[in-house]
T-cell receptor
Framework: GAVVSQHPSWVICKSGTSVKIECRSL??????MFWYRQFPKQSLMLMAT?????????EQGVEKDKFLINHASLTLSTLTVTSAHPEDSSFYIC???????????FGPGTRLTVL | GNSVTQMEGPVTLSEEAFLTINCTYT??????LFWYVQYPGEGLQLLLK?????DKGSNKGFEATYRKETTSFHLEKGSVQVSDSAVYFC???????????FGKGITLSVRP
């Protein structure tokens, strides 16, 4: 299957700072990328869907001004957690989908800890 | 709305044991059903899928049958191996937007 990477794999930051997480599709063009959040022992919750060159579509209850998503190219999407607080600590996972398939390919995730 | 319910875990089995992981769903519309696996330190990978009632998805010795009458998609394997130790997620999607709704996941540990 296709390869999707995330960077960093883990990050610790102070409360009030912003953190950027990158998601890259390494060997195919990702027309759509998805961002998920996973709490311990919980399922993955879809946060937003982004299409290359368009604004992201956020799920109900997700603050778009807090979780900034940029999908400027067919191989890169970024999630920026702005003014992070301890309750934002979580595991963030991205996935990518090509134009001619419904299958999503997942990154390994990024563990964010906000102190 | 859409939801996926998986049996509570974790599950610990001996090598060569039979595995069943239950998954039931509710969906508005006609869903496609998936099982994803996450090996330690890696991203989720699609294990198998089924897109219509009575379809059987299979891969790496794992099987799951789309049962519309019981809204279930239970995962089975006749003889597990240590290398099958991972977290398994049941999921569904409805329509063309490919949005996935996941179950909580279940951790499987297989001991030699």
């Amino acid at each position: 299957g296709a390869v999707v990477s995330q960077h960093p794999s883990w990050v610790i930051c102070k409360s009030g700072t912003s953190v950027k997480i990158e998601c890259r599709s390494l060997d195919f063009q990702a027309t759509t990328m998805f961002w998920y959040r996973q709490f311990p022992k919980q399922s993955l919750m879809l946060m937003a869907t982004s299409n290359e060159g368009s604004k992201a579509t956020y799920e109900q209850g997700v603050e778009k001004d807090k979780f900034l998503i940029n999908h400027a190219s067919l191989t890169l999407s970024t999630l920026t957690v702005t003014s992070a607080h301890p309750e934002d600590s979580s595991f963030y996972i991205c996935s990518s989908k090509g134009e001619n398939t419904n299958e999503q390919f997942f990154g390994p995730g990024t563990r964010l800890t906000v102190l | 709305g859409n939801s996926v319910t998986q049996m509570e875990g974790p599950v610990t089995l001996s090598e060569e044991a039979f595995l069943t992981i239950n998954c039931t769903y509710t969906a508005t519309g006609y869903p496609s059903l998936f099982w994803y696996v996450q090996y330690p330190g890696e991203g989720l990978q699609l294990l198998l899928k089924a897109t219509k009632a009575d379809d059987k998805g299979s891969n790496k010795g794992f099987e799951a049958t789309y049962r519309k009458e019981t809204t279930s998609f239970h995962l089975e394997k006749g003889s597990v191996q240590v290398s099958d130790s991972a977290v398994y997620f049941c999921a569904l999607s409805v329509g063309a937007n490919s949005k996935l709704t996941f179950g909580k996941g279940i951790t499987l540990s297989v001991r030699p």
